[in-house]
């Protein structure tokens, strides 16, 4: 089949990567404008983009997907399919209809869950121990289109976003392949989601980062390890801005005051109390410092017993 392929960030290079390698053709890659990225606020295409480009395909980056004149395009180009994966944007009806198989889309969740913008984030922040890969044929409707196909994969209990996504995206890539096989052969099933048991994630805010020390340890546990490595979750220490990026939650009567340092162990790390027990801390990123483990920050620390993280400055 002749595919346009839509995404943006890394997770959909994955899609990208394996319908290059299969039997069907990739003939244009779609992806959202460059953006101004670091203190020098230079211009970076989408990892879509930049992949796309080192593969040798023609790029388009609408600044509106549902112009007329881009639409002209995609009817040039000839396409079978649409395959979307993390674009960014809603499809109006006539982008959606232009190719003879429509619109498929790449959701890293088990639909009608999790719907939205951040289904990998919200899945681990809500402690999920199942997620996985829906294939669906995309409506106007917020990720509710009927299902062609669905795998879900197993979620450790400190599994980060960062490994998420690449098991999820892996995944992606091989059913994917599979559902244009079965759409080329006229076998492709369409099933309707429930729609009353859907649920939906937003677009992360810097307040979804912020940790809150009076919520339980575990659920501080979750918020860290769904934001992992990147951005991070934050917090404050003597004031700064502090990263903490990996951890682990063990159950315990404690009784000191939460974000309080409270020991060090050479195998475990560095150990927080938290409401329900103590969150040991693995990676942090102190402001103005590159990532570190927290053993070794915590070495450098000048009383350590006595300082405690916060929520504000």
Not at 218 to 246: C, D, E, M, V
Request: hydrophobic share 40%.
């Amino acid at each position: 089949m002749k595919v346009i392929y839509m995404g943006s960030p890394d997770f959909s290079v994955y899609g990208l990567d394996a319908l290059m390698e299969s039997g069907h053709e990739v003939v244009a890659a779609v992806s959202r404008a460059d953006k101004s990225q670091g203190r020098k606020k230079q211009l970076r295409p989408t990892a879509l983009k930049a992949r796309a480009l080192e593969r040798g395909l023609p790029v388009y980056t609408p600044e509106n997907v549902n112009d007329f004149a881009f639409y002209e395009t995609v009817k040039e180009l000839q396409a079978d399919v649409i395959v979307v994966s993390a674009f960014g944007g809603i499809l109006k009806k006539e982008l959606l209809e232009v190719c003879p198989y429509g619109v498929i889309n790449i959701h890293g969740s088990l639909l009608p869950l999790y719907r939205g913008a951040s289904p990998m984030n919200a899945v681990l922040c809500d402690g999920q121990k199942e997620t996985g890969i829906t294939i669906m044929y995309m409506n106007e409707g917020m990720d509710a289109g009927d299902i062609l196909m669905m795998e879900a994969l197993s979620i450790d209990v400190n599994e980060n976003f960062t490994s998420l996504k690449q098991r999820l995206g892996v995944l992606g890539g091989e059913l994917i392949v599979k559902s244009l096989d079965l759409l080329e052969k006229g076998e492709a099933p369409r099933i309707p989601q429930d729609h009353e048991r859907a649920t939906y994630c937003q677009l992360l805010t810097r307040e979804d980062e912020r940790i809150l020390w009076q919520k339980e340890g575990l659920a501080i546990h979750n918020q860290i390890r769904s934001l992992s490595l990147a951005p991070g979750a934050f917090t404050y220490l003597n004031k700064q801005p502090f990263k903490i990026l990996t951890t682990v939650f063990e159950a315990a009567d404690s009784k000191e005051t939460a974000g309080s340092i409270v020991t060090f162990d050479k195998k475990k790390g560095v150990a927080c109390a938290v409401k329900g027990g103590y969150l040991w801390l693995l990676r942090v990123k102190p402001q103005g410092k590159k990532e570190m483990s927290a053993s070794d920050w915590y070495r450098g620390l000048h009383l350590p017993e006595k300082m405690r993280f916060t929520t504000e400055p």
